[in-house]
């Protein structure tokens, strides 16, 4: 069988990775007060054990008004740390899957419901809601409780909420941070002219709108060990006209290569709530080849990525870089295992587990050698 494109390793800054495969972040809204409990332990626990090359801590709110819910995680204190340290230490004794967090702030698309109760907002009136901040008053749907612009000092603050995060994922062990510029949150809202309308120089031209967010990476830049990388993920285009397009996209992510960012995720949408998505398999696809060809730096594609064939084929013709799951691992948490076999990759996985091996795929399982039983 040729070599697979999807199981060939790749370094990011000084961070080896044993193949293309990241899990993207995903939101369990099953935090209390910002933090961690078992059930992160359990979820990320499974995950850390999958053989994709890197776990990615869902989006983590550096300021409490940052959360999209009232269960969203958080890292802007210590208890916040100290729940996320017990969980990523014991997963460290398991698994070597590097392991990395992304930060955010919601803002305008903050104070809401949890999912699975509906998601509707929740005014600063309710028990469980809060005041939404954003560059400008506009609020998501019509209907919604308008965010208060940001002022400078409020500016600062979140500027320097992101910062400390990123001294605590370092602090944590972490091997990378994600900034979360994508699906309409805060650094969103100042990218896209349809949810920034100030008229400092935060906003307007394009380089006005890009500033806040390349300030924040600046700072999580200096704030992050200078070995470990720092990515950013983006929405590549609003779906809808008048809004963020992908040539601003190009700019931006020029922008962010020449500030030390270190790779790219590109998504897309989640802006505007009447978006026109072209939502068919490998959608993103497009949008990395194309920002491919302003940048070195890697690019990762996320998007209805599901069969192992369509991977390999998405890294096999040098479209992007990696490429990130989420709903498909939930789904299957042994998909790297499947598409190794599918393949002829080879995963890393628990010595606990290397009996599982079907004899017509001997030799895709590795043993993880962080993991010595005769130590306990
Ligand atoms: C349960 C769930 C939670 C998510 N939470 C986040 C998140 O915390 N941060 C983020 O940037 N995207 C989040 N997303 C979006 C995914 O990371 C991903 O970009 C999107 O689902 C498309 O990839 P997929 O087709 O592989 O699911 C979430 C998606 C799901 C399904």
């Known amino acids: ?3 697979s494109a999807l199981f060939e390793p790749i370094k990011i800054r000084s961070l080896s990775l044993n193949n293309r495969i990241a899990i993207a972040p995903m939101c369990q809204y099953s935090a209390v007060d910002g933090c961690m409990n078992d059930w992160h332990l359990v979820h990320l626990g499974g995950l850390s054990l999958s053989g994709a090359a890197m776990l ?4 983590t709110a550096v300021v409490p008004e940052g959360r999209i819910t009232y269960a969203d995680l958080g890292l802007w204190n210590d208890r916040t740390y100290s729940s996320m340290s017990l969980v990523v ?11 990395g967090i992304q930060l955010s702030h919601a803002g305008r698309k903050g104070s809401t419901e949890v999912p699975w109760k509906g998601g509707r907002q929740l005014p600063p009136t309710d028990g469980l809601g809060w005041q939404t ?14 965010p208060l612009p940001l002022d400078r000092q409020q500016m600062k603050n979140v500027r320097d909420g992101f910062a400390a995060a990123a001294i605590r994922a370092a602090r944590l062990g972490l091997d990378f941070v994600q900034i979360d510029v994508a699906h309409g949150y805060l650094l969103h809202q100042f990218l896209s002219p349809l949810t920034n309308r ?15 967010p390349l300030e924040v990476l600046d700072v999580v830049r200096s704030a992050f060990p200078a070995q470990k990388p720092v990515s950013v993920r983006l929405s590549a285009t609003d779906w809808f006209e008048g809004g963020w397009q992908e040539e601003q996209s190009l700019a931006f992510a020029y922008e962010l290569q020449k500030r030390g960012c270190d790779v790219i995720d590109v998504s897309s949408g989640g802006l505007h709530p009447d978006q026109k998505m072209a939502l068919e398999p490998s959608y993103p696809v ?10 070195q730096i890697p690019i990762v594609a996320v998007g209805l990525i ?3 064939d369509q991977a390999e084929a998405i890294i096999g013709t040098g479209d992007a870089d990696m490429i990130a799951l989420a709903r498909a691992i939930l789904f299957d948490p042994r998909w790297p295992w499947h598409a190794a076999a599918h393949l002829g990759g080879k995963v890393r996985a628990p010595l606990q587990y290397l009996r599982s091996e ?4 001997r030799g895709i399982l590795e043993p993880d050698f962080r993991i010595d039983v005769s130590s306990l």
């Open 198 to 212: 100030r008229d400092d120089e935060y906003g307007g031209s394009l380089n006005n709108r890009m500033r806040y």
């Open 89 to 99: 230490e014991s997963i460290r004794r398991w698994s070597s899957m590097p392991i």
């Open 133 to 146: 901040l954003a560059p400008s008053r506009i609020p998501y749907r019509q209907e919604m409780v308008a």
């Open 1 to 3: 069988m040729p070599r």
């Open 306 to 308: 599901t069969d192992f």
């Open 56 to 59: 990615t801590i869902e989006a």
């Open 358 to 361: 079907p004899i017509r795929f």
């Open 286 to 295: 497009p949008f990395a080849r194309a920002l491919k060809s302003v940048v």
